[in-house]
């Protein structure tokens, strides 16, 4: 079955008497929703006996009885949580700010990430994909880093010169000295060295303990008896 995409907005929730957003909505019999506290206070107002909806002008009789709409309150309550949620930040061209290099040039939001694969800034926006899809996942991330290129050794820095470029290109471009791609490297490595020797350290403490239980079956020494083997 295919899922609807429906796009609502805040409007779409805010009480028409007191023009914020709902609170403790409820539904009167002619469908129009309201804070209770609003409809309460605006029947309490009304002469006795006309109770009517302050939009559409209906009138019930008796005065109807109010309850919570629970599914209405929860839409709210995460509309409000997704307005805490911090939007965006536009890049001002500040210090240290870096811009995100898919963003349209009118409207260029401030980079968060910059990927050593890609050798590419993202925003919040341009880089889910570096979350969510599997083989972009793989890439290392890093916090935005201004001026990229200058944080790349010459080897690593081929790939961001144009064609045809040369000295002349090469001099624009310093190296800081610290090379961004190096340092990933060389964390890899330490890694992998890292697991390498903590395999190492497990299969002796496996053939330690092989090695006892076997002494212990035999009441023997499996070095000194030619008995007793390893596979």
Not at 119 to 139: K, Q
Not at 150 to 176: F, K, N, T, Y
Not at 188 to 200: G, K, L, P, S, T
Request: net charge negative.
């Amino acid at each position: 079955m295919a899922q609807a995409n429906i796009s609502v907005t805040e409007s779409q929730f805010r009480c028409p008497i007191c023009l914020d957003i709902l609170k403790d909505p409820v539904s009167i019999p002619c469908g129009h929703t309201y804070c209770m506290a609003c409809i309460n206070d605006y029947w309490d107002q009304a002469e006795s006996g006309q109770f009517s909806c302050p939009q559409c002008r209906e009138t019930f009789s008796p005065r109807p009885v109010l309850r919570r709409n629970t599914v209405l309150a929860e839409v709210v309550d995460k509309l409000k949580l997704s307005e805490m949620v911090a939007a965006p930040e536009l890049y001002l061209g500040g210090v240290g700010e870096v811009p995100c290099d898919f963003c349209p040039a009118e409207s260029k939001l401030r980079a968060e990430k910059s990927c050593l694969v890609c050798l590419a800034s993202f925003c919040e926006v341009h880089v889910l994909p570096h979350r969510e899809v599997g083989t972009l996942r793989r890439h290392k991330l890093v916090a935005a880093v201004e001026c990229l290129a200058e944080r790349l050794c010459a080897q690593h820095r081929l790939g961001l010169e144009p064609a045809g470029s040369g000295s002349e290109a090469e001099a624009a471009v310093e190296w800081s000295g610290d090379c961004l791609l190096c340092e990933a490297d060389q964390e890899e490595v330490h890694n992998m060295d890292a697991q390498r020797a903590r395999r190492q350290v497990q299969g002796q403490v496996g053939c330690g303990k092989v090695r006892s239980f076997l002494v212990s079956l035999g009441g023997r020494n499996p070095k000194s008896d030619p008995g007793v083997g390893f596979v």
